[in-house]
């Protein structure tokens, strides 16, 4: 059974930074991309941040950020401790959201970059983050 288990959330001021951390379990054998979607109260869930995972393809570790967060976060991997972070630099009070881990599929044309919540295969629980101004 594949889980993904989030850490890292908590609350920072304008301009300071957070690392959030998704250790993931099982075999995703159905996902190629490992990422990063938020969701602030009354909105609908986005995606921030993806990374292609799949060893064998010719895109393994390209990273895809949206606009708003990027030049801001950085997602990486760790394979020896099956963790995927998302460093978070800069943070501004509209950042502010449930952060949330996701293994979902790779995208021909928009690679790890399209974050349409249909093509998510597993969530974690969710992290809170939390700038204040």
């Known amino acids: 059974q594949v889980q993904l288990v989030e850490s890292g959330g908590g609350s920072v001021q304008a301009g300071g930074s957070l690392r959030l951390s998704c250790v993931t379990s099982g075999y995703t054998s159905s996902s190629d991309c490992m990422g990063w979607f938020r969701q602030a109260p009354g909105k609908e869930r986005e995606g921030v941040a993806g990374l292609a995972t799949a060893r064998l393809s010719p895109f393994y570790g390209d990273s895809f950020y949206a606009d708003s967060v990027k030049g801001r976060f950085a997602i990486s991997q760790d394979n020896a401790k099956n963790t995927v972070y998302l460093q978070m630099n800069s943070l501004k009070p509209e950042d502010t959201a449930m952060y949330y881990c996701?293994?979902?599929?790779?995208?021909?044309?928009?690679?790890?970059?399209?974050?349409?919540?249909?093509?998510?295969?597993?969530w974690g629980q969710g992290t809170q983050v939390t700038v204040s101004s």
């Open positions: 996701a293994s979902f599929s790779f995208s021909r044309q928009y690679g790890c970059g399209r974050w349409r919540t249909d093509d998510v295969n597993y």
